[in-house]
């Protein structure tokens, strides 16, 4: 059975930083494509970053391009994403998803596994 558990989510300040964990389990983690996905309540779930097998490749959305840093250790079947330069539109719920291949994609349908969930709050 697959479990993505997410950790590090919390109230921050404008300008502030967080580091998102996902620990996985029950997966070839180190085959698998892993992204970090975020709803604001009322918006969709959209795509803030994604990661290869190898961790030399690495999407973002442009919402986040420059503050957020995805990388993944497979030793540990863990995937970060360092947030940096926060501000209020970051806050969200943010969601740790895997896929099986090796097509790194924005669309959330297309993830195979998702975790529960972390809450980021940012205050102005």
């Known amino acids: 059975q697959v479990q993505l558990v997410e950790s590090g989510g919390g109230l921050v300040q404008t300008g502030g930083s967080l580091r998102l964990s996902c620990a996985a389990s029950?997966?070839?983690?180190?085959?698998?494509?892993m992204g970090w996905f975020r709803q604001a309540p009322g918006k969709e779930r959209e795509f803030a970053a994604g990661?290869?097998?190898?961790?030399?490749?690495?999407r973002y959305a442009d919402s986040v391009k420059g503050r957020f840093t995805i990388s993944r250790d497979n030793a540990k079947n863990t995937v970060y994403l360092q947030m940096n330069s926060l501000k209020p539109e970051d806050t969200a719920v943010y969601y740790c998803?895997?896929?099986?291949?090796?097509?790194?994609?924005?669309?959330?349908?297309?993830?195979?596994?998702w975790g529960q969930g972390t809450q980021v709050t940012v205050s102005a």
């Open positions: 990661i290869r097998w190898s961790g030399s490749s690495a």
């Open positions: 998803a895997a896929r099986n291949g090796v097509v790194l994609t924005t669309v959330y349908r297309q993830y195979d596994y």
């Open positions: 029950g997966l070839t983690f180190s085959s698998a494509v």
